[in-house]
């Protein structure tokens, strides 16, 4: 399970091998075997005792800011694997392999994003069911461009036409999305730091616990969350968390979606801030109870039925052998 702090004012602290979550008079424990994870997304106090029995049971503490980017973390120092992955980390950028995974990432995405549009078009019979379309036919067509791009290229050669054909995509991606929610809720586009509408507002956290666990299993499979193939390496930037999280931007805009299609989301949910949105406590309650039950689903991966939460930590195991198999020498 995932333990949730969202209530200001909370002790954590540890009491034998479970976890003490202590509010004025109320006390209430857990047994940290049973704990993956710990999101913390305001203000509260954290024991040493508790920080160790996490570290020890290989259970990461998460701060979330507002907007539900993970802040930081607290987490055990040891790399999963072995040091040859994260060599050959660096130099994917100038081989053979690196392009083949970019593609195949930002294909997913964009595979992802025309899945989701046919799914909303089922059953439509409006002036919007055209419109959805004609989307997915300008995004598959820059599915069609990327798939065709030269391989014997690198990263480094095509990443402006890479970018360019993911930014197309989004964009009609995004503005179609904004035209098919119930119409106190649409949208024009995507919209960050701060959000400019409810819809972007929720999606913004929503991609903020994904960043955290994609982090997570990148450690867990020896690969370096700041060496990136596709985005570039800036100081203090998680590029492939970023290059990887683009494959699953789909399990939280599909939730979010249907969030706003079945009519669940209400207006006090958020607060309005000086030029936007902010996802308040009975927003992310409502957004994590849902996720929560939406990533305990089994579903097909290679052959096997596993809980939708634990794909991003097996795709992560195969992209670290992957690198290992055919990555470039070191």
Same mark, same amino acid.
């Given at each position: 399970m995932k333990l949730v702090i969202n209530t200001p004012g909370i002790y954590l602290c540890k009491r034998g091998e479970c976890f003490s979550i202590q509010k004025d008079q109320e006390k209430q424990e857990i047994s940290a075997k049973k704990v993956e994870q710990i999101l913390i997304t305001t203000r509260a106090a954290l024991s040493t005792d508790a920080i160790e029995l996490a570290v020890e049971n290989n259970v990461d503490i998460v701060f979330l800011k507002y907007s539900g980017q993970p802040l930081g973390r607290v987490w055990h120092s040891r790399l999963g694997s072995i040091s040859t992955i994260r060599r050959k980390q660096l130099f994917l950028q100038d081989h053979s392999l690196g392009l083949k995974l970019v593609k195949s990432w930002i294909a997913k995405k964009l595979e992802n994003q025309i899945n989701h549009l046919e799914k909303l078009s089922v059953n439509r019979r409006d002036e919007r069911q055209e419109e959805i379309i004609t989307a997915i036919d300008k995004i598959n067509m820059q599915r069609e461009k990327i798939g065709k791009l030269d391989s014997r290229k690198t990263v480094e050669e095509l990443r402006g036409t890479l970018l360019g054909s993911e930014g197309t995509a989004g964009r009609v991606y995004f503005e179609t999305l904004g035209k098919i929610l119930p119409k106190k809720y649409q949208f024009s586009g995507r919209s960050k730091n701060p959000a400019k509408d409810p819809f972007n507002c929720l999606l913004n956290y929503s991609y903020g616990i994904l960043y955290s666990n994609v982090e997570k299993a990148c450690i867990?499979? +020896? %690969?370096?969350? /700041?060496? +990136?193939i596709m985005h570039t390496d800036n100081y203090n930037k998680k590029a492939l968390v970023f290059d990887i999280i683009e494959m699953y931007r789909i399990q939280m805009e599909e939730l979010v979606v249907q969030l706003f299609a079945k009519r669940k989301i209400k207006v006090e949910f958020f607060d309005e801030i000086e030029g936007g949105y902010y996802l308040n406590k009975k927003g992310k309650q409502a %957004? %994590?109870?849902?996720?929560? =039950?939406?990533?305990? =689903? =089994?579903?097909? /991966?290679? +052959?096997?039925?596993?809980? =939708?939460?634990?794909?991003?930590?097996?795709?992560c195991h195969r992209i670290a052998n992957l690198i290992l198999e055919e990555g470039p020498t070191c």
């Open positions: 867990l499979a +020896g %690969l370096d969350p /700041y060496i +990136g %957004l %994590l109870e849902v996720y929560h =039950k939406d990533m305990e =689903k =089994k579903v097909r /991966y290679h +052959g096997r039925n596993i809980e =939708k939460q634990n794909i991003i930590q097996f795709e």
